[in-house]
T-cell receptor, first 113, second 115 residues
Framework: DTAVSQTPKYLVTQMGNDKSIKCEQN?????MYWYKQDSKKFLKIMFS???????INETVPNRFSPKSPDKAHLNLHINSLELGDSAVYFC????????????FGPGTRLTVL | AQTVTQSQPEMSVQEAETVTLSCTYD???????LFWYKQPPSRQMILVIR??????QNATENRFSVNFQKAAKSFSLKISDSQLGDAAMYFC????????????FGKGTKLSVIP
């Protein structure tokens, strides 16, 4: 009965490849997020969707494309992977706006070789 | 850019003792929310405590409490009776206003607990 789940938990791939990370939440939340945590542990928002509509789109290379097929899912697709994309990617969800607590998934550690 | 500052990159505490982690932030909003998240070695982000800026009373959750000083824009976390399981990275975060979806995080404080 995991609240926010991500697959895979670990992803090792070569430069130039395309990969996807999937996120699902069973909390009935309206809003989902993608964060990137770099090697220095700094967490930064990348995207946010509310009811399948993109509401936050930070300065992220357009090689990153989020897709929300429904309210419970938010996937992250990354094209032409680069070494600098190596990081931990977290999915999160919340019932609504920033007054709501965000609940995080377990993270996906992406390593680009 | 609105920032959240955690001035202590690392701290340590003796088991059963009390430790305080500091956090300051800037904002032009009067109504906003503040959070402390814990990230143990498992890397799961776990909510520790949350404070609503319009509430003067400091939030508490069992051994965790905050000292919220709105005028000073300070939001410190106090951990009482520290346990080995409290060893983790602790992140302070602020949202950008009551209607905002965006959380801004500090750079984190790594807490070690000494047996």
């Amino acid at each position: 009965d995991t609240a926010v789940s991500q697959t895979p938990k670990y992803l090792v791939t070569q430069m130039g490849n395309d990969k996807s990370i999937k996120c699902e939440q069973n909390l009935g939340h309206d809003t989902m997020y993608w964060y990137k945590q770099d090697s220095k542990k700094f967490l930064k928002i990348m995207f946010s969707y509310n009811n399948k509509e993109l509401i936050i789109n930070e300065t992220v290379p357009n090689r990153f494309s989020p897709k929300s097929p429904d309210k419970a899912h938010l996937n992250l697709h990354i094209n032409s992977l680069e070494l600098g994309d190596s990081a931990v990617y977290f999915c999160a969800s919340s019932p609504g706006t920033g007054s709501s607590t965000q609940y995080f998934g377990p993270g996906t550690r992406l390593t680009v070789l | 850019a609105q920032t959240v500052t955690q001035s202590q990159p690392e701290m340590s505490v003796q088991e059963a003792e009390t430790v305080t982690l500091s956090c300051t932030y800037d904002t032009s909003e009067s109504d906003y929310y503040l959070f402390w998240y814990k990230q143990p070695p498992s890397r799961q982000m776990i909510l520790v405590i949350r404070q609503e800026a319009y509430k003067q009373q400091n939030a508490t959750e069992n051994r965790f409490s905050v000292n919220f000083q709105k005028a000073a824009k300070s939001f410190s976390l106090k951990i009482s009776d520290s346990q080995l399981g409290d060893a983790a990275m602790y992140f302070c975060a602020r949202n950008s206003g009551a209607g905002s979806y965006q959380l801004t995080f500090g750079k984190g404080t790594k807490l070690s607990v000494i047996p």
